[in-house]
């Protein structure tokens, strides 16, 4: 079946850095990817997404690009904020199949941002 | 505003006992879903609903029951046949066909607790 699969976290980092979460997929066809982003206390919302191969995705200074050769979709931002710690979750959406519009999730990385 | 509504925020509940989360939504979206999130697993889905008067059962259904009786309200009810029902519950929606991007819309989440 589908599986989505991230780097394992906590990630703590000083503002400014570099983020990067790798995402690697396991899917039949062609998913959608996705990242979405949950605040403390919060349900998710969506960050980014990508539809097909070598799209890119981007939203709010985060990136992420739609790798087929790689099945990956690693989320990556220039210069974090401490307003980015939240806990970040990859997600495919196979269209293909009984599984109407399900998500199929990773397992979720933190992420602190300290000043 | 247009949304998802989940009540209670937080919820305790003695052992032995049923419990029933509310979700409901004004997006006029088709399909639903309910995930469990439990700290550093991800989000599994317990069930989803594509119709009114349908729904199919997810990865990890066993202990739980929905009814949708109306477009707009998904009920979850945890009963005492969950063994370890103490997690973070998050019930989502999409449109029909998951629109252009196979977005889901979450709530806010619910937190169980058995004392």
């Known amino acids: 079946g589908d599986s989505v699969t991230q780097m394992e976290g906590p990630v703590t980092l000083s503002e400014e850095a570099f983020l990067t979460i790798n995402c690697t997929y396991t899917a039949t066809g062609y998913p959608s990817l996705f990242w979405y982003v949950q605040y403390p206390g919060e349900g998710l919302q969506l960050l980014l997404k990508?539809?097909?191969?070598?799209d890119k995705g981007s939203n709010k200074g985060f990136e992420a690009t739609y790798r087929k050769e790689t099945t990956s979709f690693h989320l990556e931002k220039g210069s974090v904020q401490v307003s980015d710690s939240a806990v970040y979750f990859c997600a495919l959406r196979n269209a293909g199949g009984t599984s109407y519009g399900k998500l199929t999730f990773g397992q979720g990385t933190i992420l602190t941002v300290h000043p | 505003d247009g949304g998802i509504t989940q009540s209670p925020k937080y919820l305790f509940r003695k052992e032995g006992q049923n419990v029933t989360l509310s979700c409901e939504q004004n997006?006029?979206?088709?399909?639903m879903y309910w995930y469990r999130q439990d700290p550093g697993q991800g989000l599994r889905l317990i069930y989803y609903s594509q119709i009114v008067n349908d729904f199919q059962k997810g990865d990890i259904a066993e202990g739980y029951s929905v009814s949708r009786e109306k477009k707009e309200s998904f009920p979850l009810t945890v009963t005492s046949a969950q063994k370890n029902p103490t997690a973070f519950y998050l019930c989502?929606?999409?449109?029909?066909?998951?629109?252009?991007?196979?977005?889901?819309?979450f709530g806010e989440g619910s937190r169980l607790t058995v004392l």
């Open positions: 990508a539809t097909k191969a070598d």
């Open positions: 997006l006029n979206h088709d399909a």
């Open positions: 989502a929606s999409t449109q029909a066909g998951g629109g252009d991007t196979g977005e889901l819309f």
